[in-house]
């Protein structure tokens, strides 16, 4: 079931330890339901930046904000941008750990993909939705296969659970908070669905693809565009350009709008397109640091 739709056009860290006995410890949000409030969800956070990374950071805090939520960290221990979705046999090692500004996490010796792994079948969690990112770098059009940022949320996919996959464009400097802005925002549009106890018999057919351009050069973040994804491009490049947020551009694709400020919303399969998709070490246009 496609979970996405357009969120308004406008629109501009909780862990896991473990317990003695190995069950995962999280952290809830301290904004419990109120009797007319939202249903309570589960959402599990990772990315391919490492669990120490900004990005994740920025959206783990701006979920906790949310009124009633649990939030669980599981993330690679170390950078592993440009993995897709590779996974580890046998299953990697896992150990408490915490993210830049404190929150308590499980960070996992292997890929993004393996963190969302530990996270179902050896941590047990089981999450209603979980958020991939905030990336440094987008993850646009055909490079979406190279990340690992995707290659997380495809493995919760993969699984039946809803998952979104958020990038920021690449830049000289990064400031995250209008991407969990608008992680927030798709979360609270769908947490209905999310918190549905018929959730788990439900098949995802599809994850969201949430990048949003770097406007430290000058300029905001435009609005945002729900798009086709673009399987393809004549230049690769274009989809690993920096982005001009004073641009006074329409682009009705999803790289022009992108690289002219706009955030975009796409919905791509579970699946890579084919087995013969890119690899992260073949020869590229992809710029360092590489796509994640």
Not at 15 to 22: N, P, V
Not at 51 to 76: E, R
Not at 171 to 182: E, I, M, N, R, V
């Amino acid at each position: 079931m496609v979970l996405l739709a357009a969120l308004v056009a406008g629109a501009a860290g909780c862990g896991g330890d473990e317990k003695a006995d190995g069950s995962p410890v999280t952290e809830a949000a301290t904004t419990s339901a109120s009797p007319t409030g939202p249903a309570p969800i589960d959402i599990l956070v990772t990315n391919d930046d490492g669990v120490g990374a900004p990005g994740i950071d920025a959206v783990v805090k701006g979920l906790k904000a949310m009124p009633a939520v649990n939030v669980t960290v599981v993330a690679p221990a170390a950078n592993q941008s440009g993995t897709g979705g590779k996974t580890t046999q046998p299953t990697p090692a896992h150990h408490d750990a915490t993210t830049a500004s404190g929150v308590p996490a499980t960070a996992v010796d292997g890929y993004p993909a393996d963190s969302v792994l530990v996270a179902l079948d050896v941590l047990g969690l089981k999450p209603d939705v979980v958020v991939s990112g905030v990336n440094q770098g987008q993850n646009l059009g055909p490079v979406v296969d190279l990340s690992g940022t995707v290659g997380a949320a495809r493995a919760a996919a993969s699984r039946g659970i809803p998952a979104i996959a958020s990038s920021m464009g690449f830049g000289d400097t990064f400031d995250y908070s209008a991407g969990a802005t608008l992680v927030v925002e798709w979360i609270t549009k769908h947490r209905a669905e999310f918190a549905d106890p018929k959730a788990s018999a439900r098949t995802q057919e599809s994850v969201a693809n949430l990048n949003i351009p770097n406007c430290a050069a000058g300029g905001k973040v435009r609005g945002l565009k729900q798009l086709p994804t673009q399987a393809s491009l004549p230049d690769l490049g274009g989809a690993l350009a920096k982005q001009d947020c004073a641009s006074t551009a329409e682009p009705a694709e999803e790289v022009p709008a992108f690289n002219a400020g706009y955030a975009t919303l796409t919905d791509i399969p579970v699946a890579p397109a084919s087995a013969a998709s890119p690899s992260p070490s073949a020869p590229a246009a992809v710029p360092s640091p590489t796509a994640s």
